[in-house]
C-alpha cells in the first residue's frame, strides 16, 4: 500500500507562511495554554537580542499524557480538540487546526517539551525535537521522536523552551509583542480568568499604560447585541451614563427585508473620545487629553474577541476593519476615527459558524463573518445618524435664529436711537447705521462666494481623504510583499542580495512609506479639534508639516532646512489655518521644481522664521524657477496657475488663510536662493 511522503522543506516552508511575525508565533503557544485550561502563562525571553537566545512557555494548564503528544500535539493539520466541547472552565477551544504553533517551534534550531499530566500527579513526559535533524532526512517520517517518562513532584502543566533562536528580538518586537499578550484576553473586562506574563522590562512599562482606564471620559459609550434569534438592540448613553439614543433591530438592519442577522450572538461595546478641551471641561481636573491620546495609542480602535481570546488583525494599529476612518471622511464632526475609540465586538460562537484563517490571521469572509462585520458597521452608520440629526438640528435652529436676532438689534437700535439721540443728530446717526449696514451686506456676500469656494476644496479634500484610506490596503500589501522578498532573496542569493535585490527592495520600501504618509495626510488636516481658536506655537506646527512631507522630500532629492528664531513664537487662532498656510507654501515650492527645464540637482527650500517688533515673519523661500509668465499681484487669485495640472487655489488659501490670521503675505519672484520667496507676517501673541 503507497502513502503520501512529505519532504522536512514543507515544514520550513509552513512555518514561515503561516505565521510570519514571531510574535505572532508566541501567541500561538500562548492560546494553546488557554486551551489547557491554564489560569497563568508565563513567557520569558532569555538573551534574545543576539542569535541564539532561548523563549520559554510556561502555564498551569491540564498538561497533556503521553496519547495526547503522539496523537495530537505532534500531528499537524488536525487537533483533538473538539471545538464544541466546553473545558471544565468553561471555555471553548480557539485551536482548531494544530498548525499554529509549528510556526513558533521552528523559530529555534531546538524545542523540548516538557509536560505533566493533571491525571498523572507526579508523571513528566518530555519530548526533544532537533530541526536540524529533519534537514538530513528525505521525508519526514525519517526522523524518529522518542517521548520520554519521568518522576516529578513540579505541578501540572507545561512548558515549551524553544532555544538557539534564529532571529534577533529587537526593543520593538518585545514592545509589540508585550502588546499584543496584555491585549490578547480583554485586560478590561477579563471573564476567562487567564493571566498573561512576559519576563520583560517593556512588558511593566506598557502593562502601566495599557492598565489606565480612562473610560469615564469618554463622551458616549455605545452597546449593542445580537441575541441567539439573529435580532439586534442598540443604545447610545453620555458620559454620564444617560441613554440619549436607542434602536430596536428594525432601526439598525439596513436592509428593507428587516432579516436577521445570519451570524453568531454578539456583543458590541464602544467608548468615542472627543479629544478637545470644551468637552473635558466638565470631567476630573487631574486627567489631561495628552493624557488620554497616549493610552489611546496603546489601546485604541476595536478588537474582536472570539471565544474569550482576541483574533488578530482585527483592531490592529493599521488595521480599519470597520472603516471608521473613511465613514469619518463624510462626516468629521458625529464620526470617530480608530484614533479616539476604544471598543470590542465579543463572540463566543459554539457552532462554529466563524472560521479562522490557516495562517491565524483573521477569519475567512463567509457569510457569518460578514454579517457579524455588517452589523457592526450597521450600527456604526445609526450612531452617526442620530448624532448627525441632532447636529443638524442645532445648525438650522440658529440659521433660522439669527435673521431674527438682526432685525431684533436693528429694530433695538431704532428704539435707542429714537429715545437718547436728539433730534437734530438723528439723520447723521441713521446715515451712519446705513452706512455700517451696507458695509456688512457686502462682507456677508463676500463670504458666501468664499463660502462657496471652500465647500468646493472640502469637497475634494474629503474625496482625497477616502482615497487615500482606500490606499492603505494595498500599500500595506506592497510592504509585506517587500518583506518576502527581502526574506527569500537573502536566503537563496546569501552575500549577492544587496548586489541584484538590496536596492529595489529598499525603493519598495521607500514608497510604501510615501503612501503611508499620504494616507494619513488628509485626514490629519480634518481634524475637527485643529479648526478650534487658541495660542499656536508656530515651530511645533512647521516640524509637523515638515516631517509629514520628508518622504516626498527625499523622494524628489529636496534638502529642507529649518531656519528657526530662537524661543516659541506664538501667534493667536488656530492650527488648522497655519497647517494651511505652511503646506500650499511648501507644495508650492516642491512643484516649483516640477516644470520644464527645471532644476534636478541641488534642490533646497528653506523655512525661516523671523521675530520683527510684535510680528512673526515665516518665510519660505527655493532655488526653483522663481515666478514667470504671470503677473505678481494675479498668483492670489483662485484658479490662476502656469503649471500643468495646478489647480490655482493654494496661493489663495494662504492669502484667505492669512488674512483670517490678522496677517499680511508678500511674495518676491527671486530669492536669495534664487527661486521665489514668500513671507507670511503674523501678529505675535504670549505664550
Known sequence: ????????????????????????????????????????????????????????????????????????????????????????????????????????????????????????????????????DFQEADVVEDVPLDIKQSVTDQQYGTDIIVSNLKNIFTKRDIQRLARELLLLADPFDNHTGFHLQLIASEFSEIEKQVSNAYFSDAEYHLKAYINGDGIAEASLLDWQGNVIFHAEHSDLYQETSQEPYKTPPTEFELWVFLLNPQSFSARKASISIKQVREWLAQVGNVRLYHRGLRVKPYGDSDDDWLNLNYARARNPEVRPSTKTVIGRVIVSDPNDMLLQKTDRLGFIENEAFLELKRFAIDVLEWMAKERLKVTETQRQRVKKQVPRDLTEAKARIEEVIEAEVPQESRPQVLEAVQQYETVTERETNILREDLQLYRSLATAG??????????????????????????????????????????????????????????????????????????????????????????????????????????????????????????????????????????????????RTETEGSNLNIKVLDNGSGIHNIKIDEIWLPGRTTREGGTGLGLTIVRDSVTDLGGAVNANPESELGGAEFIVKLPLVGE
Request: some cysteine; proline content about 4%.
Open 1 to 132: 500500500m503507497m502513502h503520501f511522503k512529505f519532504s522536512p522543506k514543507i515544514l520550513q516552508r509552513l512555518g514561515e507562511e503561516l505565521v510570519p511575525n514571531p510574535d505572532q508565533g508566541i501567541i500561538e503557544l500562548v492560546k494553546n495554554s488557554y486551551d489547557a485550561d491554564a489560569i497563568e502563562c508565563r513567557v520569558e525571553l532569555i538573551k534574545t537580542s543576539a542569535i541564539g537566545g532561548s523563549i520559554i512557555i510556561s502555564d498551569n494548564g491540564v498538561g497533556m499524557d503521553k496519547d495526547d503528544i503522539s496523537e495530537g500535539w505532534l500531528v499537524l493539520g488536525r487537533s483533538k480538540k473538539s471545538n464544541r466541547e466546553v473545558t471544565q472552565l468553561g471555555r471553548l477551544p480557539v485551536g482548531n487546526k494544530g498548525l499554529g504553533r509549528l510556526a513558533a517551534l521552528q523559530m529555534g534550531s531546538q524545542v523540548l517539551l516538557k509536560t505533566r499530566p493533571k491525571d498523572e500527579p507526579g508523571v513528566e513526559y518530555s519530548l526533544t525535537i532537533n530541526w536540524d
Open 462 to 607: 474629503t474625496t482625497a481623504a477616502v482615497f487615500a484610506h482606500e490606499s492603505g490596503k494595498p500599500v500595506t500589501l506592497i510592504e509585506k510583499i517587500a518583506k518576502r522578498i527581502e526574506r527569500k532573496g537573502k536566503e537563496i542569493l546569501g552575500e549577492k542580495y544587496e548586489h541584484y535585490l538590496g536596492e529595489p527592495v529598499t525603493k519598495l520600501y521607500q514608497v510604501s512609506k510615501s503612501l503611508q504618509r499620504f494616507s494619513k495626510f488628509p485626514l490629519h488636516l480634518l481634524k475637527r479639534e485643529k479648526r478650534r481658536a487658541g495660542v499656536v506655537d508656530t515651530h511645533i506646527v512647521i516640524d509637523e508639516m515638515v516631517t509629514f512631507f520628508q518622504s516626498f522630500f527625499d523622494e524628489g532629492k529636496i534638502e529642507i532646512i529649518k531656519d528657526k528664531v530662537e524661543g516659541n513664537p506664538c501667534i493667536y487662532g488656530s492650527n488648522a489655518l497655519l497647517e494651511a498656510i505652511i503646506t500650499n507654501l511648501l507644495i508650492n515650492a516642491m512643484n516649483a521644481f516640477n516644470v520644464e527645464g527645471g532644476r534636478t540637482e541641488g534642490r533646497k527650500i528653506i523655512i
